[in-house]
């Protein structure tokens, strides 16, 4: 392409593209690999970073296998991602080499329409690209995740850790904390607010930690009793049973707001009930068809069925803020590189507490 005043073909660009090395899945359902790549030259407005942690999400496992279609590959997953600054272009005025930084979910949007504009960059009119198996907007080179040593963000997507986080335990804030976050604060949970969260997974102990922070009382509803210790732990006030008809029945119309973070179809309608007239139960784990619902508990409380995708970048630094001043961590179990894909079938079983982590020196350049 780039023809070099001794007419080396490619010699200057091959100078300045930054060769790396990830865990990728060759094509759909693939065990994760070493995979040698490039990460682009950077541009003015680039960032840097080395990779230091970054966090295993449900959605990758989901992406790998293309459970939803939409995987491009080869693919390198990784969407929470913990790093420090090693360059920066010639315009980045926000970050400077050493400074501890984040990307979550996506690194680019149109930046110009009503969404991007509002700081909800994640609903871009033009949609915006995910941080893995999307589309670079300039050059259309597929986009590679964090299961990586470095990676290349423009700095409008980067996003700076308080210095008195455990930076190891910092990732998994960039995903399961922001999606959690978002609806926490879009509907106004603060001292008081009565919060219960189904599922305590990856999400589901996030919510109760950051509603818990908010200073709301939060409820952590089962379907069975194992789960009670742990949420108690956590903070969470009370513990509920879904399939304890009577301490339901006890519990009806008692919440302003539900999350939702069961990742697979279920049926809603016990849910609805509980929520307090006006009350909303928003979705973020399962994305697909639910159960049949009956819309009788939302017609006679008007209450409401939402959804809520991650967060924008301003409310994700937000949430990294509100975290440092509180001291708000996940609960982690830090793995090697090597062991992703048996992580993953850990993760299939709900046989981690709470979400993986990947200590990125484990993976050798
Ligand atoms: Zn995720
Ligand atoms: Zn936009």
Redesign the pocket.
């Known amino acids: 392409m780039l023809t070099g005043k001794d007419g080396v073909s490619g010699n200057e660009n091959n100078e300045r593209t930054m060769k790396t090395i990830g865990y990728a899945a060759q094509s759909a359902g693939d065990k994760l690999e070493p995979y040698h790549f490039e990460r682009r030259e950077l541009r003015p407005n680039d960032v840097a970073i080395e990779i230091l942690y970054c966090g295993v999400c449900h959605s990758d496992l989901h992406q790998v296998r293309n459970d939803w279609g939409i995987g491009l590959f080869p693919m390198v997953p990784g969407h929470e991602i913990v790093g420090k600054v090693i360059a920066v272009g010639d315009e980045v005025t926000l970050y400077k080499e050493g400074d501890k930084v984040a990307v979550g979910c996506m690194v680019d949007?149109?930046?110009?329409?009503d969404?991007?504009h509002g700081g909800e960059?994640q609903y871009?009119?033009?949609g915006?690209t995910p941080t893995y198996a999307g589309n670079d907007r300039i050059t259309e080179e597929l986009t590679q995740g964090g299961y990586s040593k470095h990676v290349v963000v423009r700095e409008e997507f980067v996003l700076s850790i308080p210095d008195n986080l455990d930076l190891s335990r910092v990732a998994p804030l960039l995903c399961a904390g922001i999606t959690t976050y978002s609806p926490l604060r879009t509907w106004h949970v603060g001292p008081g607010s009565r919060v219960a969260v189904i599922g305590l997974g990856g999400l589901g102990h996030m919510a109760v930690k950051l509603a818990v922070g908010m200073g709301a009382e939060v409820t952590v509803i089962g379907r069975t009793d194992s789960k009670r210790e742990d949420a108690m732990e956590l903070g969470a006030d009370a513990y509920l049973i879904s399939s304890d008809e009577t301490a339901m029945q006890v519990a009806e119309a008692g919440f302003d707001l539900i999350i939702d973070t069961v990742p697979v179809k279920h049926d809603l309608t016990p849910y609805l009930s509980l929520l307090d007239i006006d009350g909303s139960l928003v979705i973020v784990g399962q994305i697909g068809p639910l159960d049949e619902t009956n819309t009788m508990p939302m017609i006679f409380g008007r209450r409401r069925v939402a959804g809520s995708l991650i967060g924008g970048i301003a409310e994700t630094q937000e949430l990294l803020n509100f975290c440092g001043r509180k001291n708000i961590l996940p609960e982690c179990e830090i793995i090697k590189m090597d062991e992703i894909n048996e992580a993953f079938d850990r993760m299939e079983r709900s046989d981690v507490r709470y979400r993986f982590v990947i200590d990125m020196s484990s993976l050798e350049g």
């Open positions: 949007s149109c930046q110009e329409c969404q991007c960059e871009c009119r033009e915006m």
